[in-house]
């Protein structure tokens, strides 16, 4: 199965512009509040989720680079890997898909694989640091 079949994106649809998502679903700060317990939700769902080859949860790898919830509780997240070649990518993505969909409350899960930035150890958490050895 293919990423794009697994995400529901075929190969002729343009991507949602960055811009037209934003401008669709800016939020006032009574929305925030409301999608604040959603938001710490799918951040507990996506530390379930670990790196196939690296006893660290995905989250605290620094592998996420953006996550945003809207509206109407649709979540996306710009992920990247701690390498652009990782055998396990489709396992990973489709886990993190299934692990925030589970989340009750969430509608759908959109995921954006990006290899820019590249991922590098200054992204992980202060945790993840400690778990590696690395302070």
């Known amino acids: 199965m293919a990423l794009k079949d697994l995400f529901g994106k075929k190969e002729e649809e343009k991507p949602v512009?960055?811009?037209?998502?934003?401008?669709?679903?800016?939020?006032?700060?009574?929305?925030?509040?409301?999608?604040?317990?959603?938001?710490?939700?799918?951040?507990?769902?996506?530390?379930?989720?670990y790196d196939p080859e690296i006893p660290v949860n995905i989250y605290d790898l620094g592998l996420i680079y953006e996550l945003t919830i809207n509206k109407e509780h649709e979540v996306y997240i710009e992920m990247t890997f701690t390498a652009p070649n990782c055998?396990?990518?489709?396992?990973?993505?489709?886990?993190?898909?299934?692990?925030?969909?589970?989340?009750?409350?969430?509608?759908?899960c959109h995921i954006e694989l990006v290899f820019e930035p590249v991922?590098?150890?200054?992204?992980?958490?202060?945790?993840?640091?400690?778990?590696?050895?690395?302070?």
Not at 96 to 101: A, P
Not at 119 to 135: K, N
């Open 87 to 108: 055998p396990m990518a489709d396992d990973v993505l489709a886990e993190v898909k299934s692990s925030v969909e589970d989340v009750p409350g969430v509608k759908s």
């Open 119 to 135: 991922w590098d150890q200054s992204m992980l958490s202060d945790e993840a640091r400690v778990d590696l050895g690395l302070d």
């Open 17 to 49: 512009e960055k811009e037209e998502k934003k401008e669709k679903s800016v939020l006032t700060a009574d929305d925030v509040q409301a999608l604040t317990p959603l938001y710490s939700d799918v951040v507990l769902a996506l530390k379930q989720v």
